[in-house]
């Protein structure tokens, strides 16, 4: 069997398929032969989004879900059964975030964040994991966390919390699930482009509303992401793709970066005057360069 088909005739649901991560999941997901059933609060999105399955030639399934119901989550991995037969591939990736500082959030604001991150995950896996231990075949559980689950995340303190109970559950399922052969792993995006973050939050996806990238934005991921530019959905697609496949066998319980290597310069980024690497942006364009650099001068 080639590569591209390693998930033939596997099926998979995917929490917030409908757009942005979770559509570039469920789309690389096709494409490697898997079937997708797109749970997605948005009923346009899960056709459009169940349609683009279909014309790579795979079978889709879209299920209107408002992850924030628990029922509805559970209807959701029923329906799934009940029109394939199987579940081999959970992608736990609807979530939404406010930014707010803490101290200005009200109770309500964290049991949204609260119930949208981390509950919604919990129902899904509760719900999907029996039926792949049933089918006997095992599976593979990808969590979609951030980057925020690993870094201080001011304004971000709650959605960040949750990211941060992703990745300890994807590590204890790994664990408690592994004797049934399902792989439980996590990714962690940053800078993605989204139509979330391009302010299409309701509705069909369109990127032709979307406000092109000017050059100064350009410009400022160059200095912070060390690959110089801002990930697109598929990149997370892929990443997903493998850790779904018999590629990815014997990897289980790792929580994978997929941001252009933002996690590991942790703050150091590339200065506008000389286009080398200076610890933080404001002292970046001093005259005489980042505190770092002065210090390697004084030592």
Known sequence: MGAEKMLQDQVAIVT?????????????????????????????????????????????????????????????VAAADEEFGRVDILVNNAGGVTGRPFLEQSERSWRKHIDINLVSMLAATAEAAPIMIRGGRGGSIINVASIEASRAAPNFAVYAACKAGM????????????EHKIRVNCISPDHTITPGNQGNRAGPVDPATWIPRSE???????AIVPLGYEGDID?????????????????????????????????????????????????????????????NRRA
């Open 216 to 222: 100064d934005v350009k410009a400022g991921f160059a």
């Open 16 to 76: 917030g398929g409908g757009g942005g991560i979770g559509q570039g999941i469920a789309l690389s997901l096709a494409r490697h032969g898997a079937n997708v059933v797109i749970a997605d609060i948005v009923p346009e999105r899960c056709a459009d989004t169940a349609k683009l399955v279909r014309d790579l030639g795979c079978r889709a399934l879209g299920a209107p879900t408002d992850v924030m119901d628990t029922e509805q989550i559970r209807a959701a």
């Open 235 to 295: 990149e997370c697609g892929d990443v997903a793709a493998f850790l779904a496949s018999p590629m990815s066998r014997y990897v289980s319980g790792v929580n994978i970066a997929v941001d252009g290597g933002t996690w590991a310069s942790s703050g150091w980024m590339r200065a506008q005057s000389h286009g080398g690497w200076v610890l933080h942006d404001r002292l970046a364009n001093r005259p005489g360069g980042s505190l770092a650099s002065q210090q």
């Open 167 to 178: 990745l300890s559950f994807t590590r204890t399922m790994a664990v408690e699930l592994g």
